[in-house]
């Protein structure tokens, strides 16, 4: 069974570079790299009793979304593993199906089974802020945790509505379907899009049925929207089936979309896409942890990524 002395040797590194890397102390990229590829090779793992023992903390981290079954959370989800599982740690995956009572149940089961840190996405502006203290490291990951006083990774999402928005924008009025007012993040990307020329904001829930929803009834207006901005990726996918379900295609109406689309989803007309960093976010965000749980007592950590329009088919 490879050790640590056989994982220093083969990336060319000291033993006690090695223990930084696992344990999410800062250390150079290239290092990084050396040290993940020798570990890789050697199938090295290191030993959680043991660390847990000093660090008097489990090799676990909860990872805290309102719906784990939309493919951008799937994506966050892929970079927060696979930055903590170099570092010898296990991911809990953890739904609240947007609901504060579930968020606040496994913020109590995360700090009850002495787990080493919390990664969570609020389910909206009321969600309840983790209690501060001897509990879990917490950081706050597309969506800020209001009253919290934690690190944040999130996205520029109004500039994202805003290039979502522009996208479209000689089509005629357009129209933003976004989420619940009671997410910062849709109220961001409709103010966005707004600023870019939208005349019409219409809140629902960031899910398929709703943008199937909300899109039939507009258009079945006597006045249909020339466009489209779909807040996210479901909302997009909504909107597109209830086009296909009236035999309109982007041609008729344009349709612009924050986020990508599913990959399930197939549509034989440009669509553009605001497409987010969400794997980096997650990755961000578990260095970030890492860092936390290591003793990184800074100033709190604010980051925000941005979108990149492209076209998409």
Request: charged share 25%.
């Amino acid at each position: 069974m490879a050790t640590i002395v056989d994982v220093a040797k083969l990336a060319g590194v000291s033993t006690a570079t090695v223990s930084r890397v696992f344990n999410g102390q800062v250390v150079s990229d290239e290092r990084v790299r050396a040290v993940r590829s020798a570990a890789h090779e050697l199938q090295y793992v290191p030993n959680r009793t043991a660390r847990s023992l000093r660090r008097r903390h489990s090799e676990m981290i909860a990872l805290i979304f309102p719906d784990v079954s939309n493919p951008y959370f799937t994506e966050i989800a892929r970079g927060v593993e696979d930055v903590a599982r170099a570092a010898g740690y296990s991911v809990v995956l953890c739904n609240t199906d947007g609901d504060h009572a579930q968020e606040s149940e496994y913020l109590r089961v995360a700090a009850a089974a002495n787990m080493a840190g919390v990664i969570i996405a609020a389910a909206d502006d009321e969600s309840p802020a983790p209690p501060e203290g001897s509990g879990p490291a917490v950081v706050a990951i597309d969506r800020a945790l209001r009253g919290a006083n934690v690190d944040e990774i999130v996205m520029d999402n109004y500039e994202a509505g805003f290039l979502a928005a522009r996208a479209i924008e000689d089509r005629g009025p357009l129209v933003v379907l976004t989420g619940s007012e009671a997410v910062g993040t849709a109220r961001d990307r409709a103010r966005g899009a707004v600023d870019a020329g939208a005349v019409d904001v219409i809140h629902a829930d960031f899910g398929v049925e709703g943008g199937r929803r909300h899109a039939l009834e507009l258009l079945d207006r006597a006045e249909r929207p020339g466009g489209i901005v779909a807040g996210n990726n479901l909302l997009g996918v909504g909107v597109l089936q209830a086009m296909a379900s009236r035999n309109l295609t982007t041609r008729d109406i344009a349709v612009s979309v924050i986020g990508a689309l599913p990959f399930t989803t197939l549509h034989p007309q440009a669509v553009p896409i605001v497409h987010l960093p969400s794997r980096r976010m997650g990755e961000l965000a578990a260095e970030r942890m890492l860092r936390r749980i290591s003793g990184d007592a800074g100033g709190l950590e604010r980051v925000v990524l941005r979108g990149e329009l492209r076209d998409a088919v």
